[in-house]
């Protein structure tokens, strides 16, 4: 059974950072892209960051939102089966909820979300 377990999520004050982990299990975790969304109040969910399956223990190429690029960082753990954001110089509009996902044999997955709030 296919599980993604999330940590990490908060309040913040802009400019400050958090890291977001994902726990997966259930399946062979390297073999998979895992994938980082968030969704904010009102809005769509937004794809945020993805990282490869290819790459040894720390995956492969990476992708960022327009939005996050320079500022957040995913990363994964093969051995550990983790996958993690690293989110520096948090603006408030980065306030969502934060899912972590990954497509197995077609079937979406998705964590049970985290809330980050960026605010003074």
């Known amino acids: 059974q296919v599980q993604l377990v999330l940590s990490g999520g908060g309040l913040v004050q802009p400019g400050g950072s958090l890291r977001l982990s994902c726990a997966a299990s259930g399946f062979i975790f390297s073999m998979y892209t895992m994938k980082w969304y968030r969704q904010a109040p009102g809005s769509e969910r937004e794809l945020v960051a993805s990282?490869?399956?290819?790459?040894?223990?720390?995956?492969?190429?990476?992708n960022y939102a327009d939005s996050v690029k320079g500022r957040f960082a995913i990363s994964r753990d093969n051995v550990k089966n983790m996958v993690y954001l690293q989110m520096n110089s948090l603006k408030p509009e980065d306030t969502a909820l934060y899912y972590c996902?990954?497509?197995?044999?077609?079937?979406?997955?998705w964590g049970q979300g985290t809330q980050v709030t960026v605010s003074s």
């Open positions: 996902n990954t497509y197995v044999r077609a079937r979406a997955y």
């Open positions: 990282i490869g399956n290819s790459g040894g223990n720390s995956g492969g190429s990476t």
